[in-house]
């Protein structure tokens, strides 16, 4: 079966960090771009940052860009998303998601995994 | 950025119903717009890519069109199951932006 799971959310303080990971099976994880989507409670949903199969390029959304870093390790066939400087608009459920075709980010996102939740506060 | 507004924002229909979504971009994508299907407490679900294509195991019930800036989502006979949020995302380039939803209530 092709899933993916996110570990890692959590309480965290303003100005704190948190490692967000990412275990996918069931698919060849090194030929799949993947995505890190959040949703606040009761909002729409929010493209946070992407990387490439190979892991050489990346991608954020401004609103992170600085604080977050996203990286792979294809080995281990896992996608994390460094978290620093919390604040607490990046209160959210934190969605992973592997693009549906491989070498092409144009087709949308098929998997996605149950999302895990941070929270930060003080 | 591309923006991305959907419209409505929500709708009251009923089952047998035919519902339709759209989504605008604020610039052109070509075909590279995803539809998905949010119920509550779940993840999204892939339903459309490349704005007319039917992912694999999603109900024909389900269909898509549009190229450029505008695009649509419909829903041929509303069903039980189909009661959920609905987003579209540009695919073009990043970053990736989705609409702001579109709620699909029971009437």
């Known amino acids: 079966e092709v899933q993916v799971l996110e570990s890692g959310g959590g309480l965290v303080q303003p100005g704190g960090s948190l490692r967000l990971s990412c275990a996918a099976s069931g698919f060849t994880f090194s030929s799949y771009a993947m995505r ?4 606040p409670p009761g909002k729409g949903l929010e493209w ?3 990387i490439s199969a190979g892991g050489g390029t990346t991608y954020y ?8 870093t996203i990286s792979r390790d294809n080995s281990k066939n896992t996608v994390y ?3 620093n400087n919390l604040r607490a608009e990046d209160t959210a459920f934190y969605y992973c998601a592997k693009i549906a075709v491989a070498g ?14 941070v929270t930060v506060s003080s | 950025d591309i923006q991305m507004t959907q419209s409505p924002s929500s709708v009251s229909a009923s089952i047998g119903d ?3 979504i ?21 993840a999204p679900k892939l339903l459309i890519h490349a704005a007319s294509s039917l992912q694999s195991g999603v ?34 380039s990043f970053p990736l932006t989705f609409g702001g939803g579109t709620k699909v209530e029971i009437k």
Not at chain 2, 24 to 29: D, E, L, T, V
Not at chain 2, 63 to 92: H, K
Request: aromatic share 14%.
């Open chain 1, 36 to 39: 890190w989507v959040r949703q």
């Open chain 1, 48 to 50: 946070v940052s992407a």
């Open chain 1, 61 to 68: 959304a401004d609103s992170v860009k600085g604080r977050f």
């Open chain 1, 81 to 83: 998303l460094e978290m």
């Open chain 1, 104 to 117: 092409s980010s144009g087709y949308g996102m098929d998997v996605w995994g149950q999302g895990t939740t």
């Open chain 2, 18 to 20: 035919r519902v339709t």
């Open chain 2, 22 to 42: 759209t989504c605008r971009a604020s610039q052109g994508i070509s075909s590279w717009l995803a539809w998905y299907q949010q119920k509550p407490g779940k």
């Open chain 2, 59 to 92: 109900p024909s019930r389900f269909s898509g069109s549009g190229s450029g800036t505008d695009f649509t989502l419909t829903i041929s006979s509303l069903q039980p199951e189909d009661f959920a949020t609905y987003y579209c995302q540009q695919a073009n």
